[in-house]
């Protein structure tokens, strides 16, 4: 069965870094790219970008690039969401996806709350 | 960036009825188009890729069409477990998402 599973909540303040993570298994992590996505509290979908583990080719939406960094380790099948100065605008709900070769996104993890507050 | 325009934004019916949500791009997308389901709370489901194509496990009630710049969404007899909001995607590049449609309850 595929699954990714995310990390837990976090609750942290503004300036300061976090590291998320999404866990694949069931599939051949290092063969399907993985997107991120964004959504804030009570709004909709926002496309963040995507990693293929295999190389680590990284594809970020313009809007996001420079603000995160999207990282794999296929060792541990796990793919990761970071940020080095979080603002109280990062607050949001995280997802990580699977990328399905027909180009829709067809494993969703649980998604990962990220609240930012002084 | 591609734009991606659903109408309407919310919508309401009744169980049993057959709705349809149109998701219009700013530009063709061939049949890159998919479509997902959220539920509040949950994490969304794809329902429909490539436009048409029904996704394994989803109700045969889903039916995508469309290509170019106008897609729509339909969803034939309407059940209780249907009312989510319905997200439209576009992965002909940068991907992109409509701005989504709350289906409630009437």
């Known amino acids: 069965e595929v699954q990714l599973v995310q990390s837990g909540a976090e609750v942290k303040k503004p300036g300061e870094s976090l590291k998320i993570s999404c866990k694949g298994s069931?599939?051949?992590?290092?063969?399907?790219?993985i997107g991120w996505v964004r959504q804030m509290p009570g709004k909709g979908l926002e496309w963040m970008g995507i990693?293929?583990?295999?190389?680590?080719?990284?594809r970020y939406s313009p809007s996001f690039q420079g603000q995160v960094t999207m990282s794999a380790d296929t060792s541990i099948s796990t793919a990761y969401l970071q940020w080095s100065s979080l603002k109280a605008s990062d607050t949001a709900m995280y997802y990580c996806?699977?990328?399905?070769?027909?180009?829709?996104?067809?494993?969703w993890g649980q998604g990962t709350l990220v609240t930012v507050s002084s | 960036d591609i734009q991606m325009t659903q109408s309407p934004s919310s919508l309401s019916a009744s169980v049993g009825d057959r709705v349809t949500i149109t998701c219009r791009a700013s530009q063709s997308i061939s049949t890159y188009l998919n479509w997902y389901q959220q539920k509040p709370g949950k994490a969304p489901k794809l329902l429909i890729y490539a436009a048409s194509s029904l996704q394994s496990g989803v109700p045969s009630r889903f039916s995508g069409s469309g290509s170019g710049t106008d897609f729509t969404l339909s969803i034939t007899s309407l059940q209780p477990e249907d009312f989510a909001t319905y997200y439209c995607q576009q992965s002909y590049s940068t991907p992109t998402f409509g701005q989504g449609t709350r289906l409630e309850i009437k």
């Open positions: 996806a699977r990328k399905a070769a027909a180009a829709g996104l067809d494993y």
């Open positions: 069931g599939y051949s992590f290092t063969n399907y790219w």
């Open positions: 990693i293929y583990p295999g190389d680590s080719d990284t």
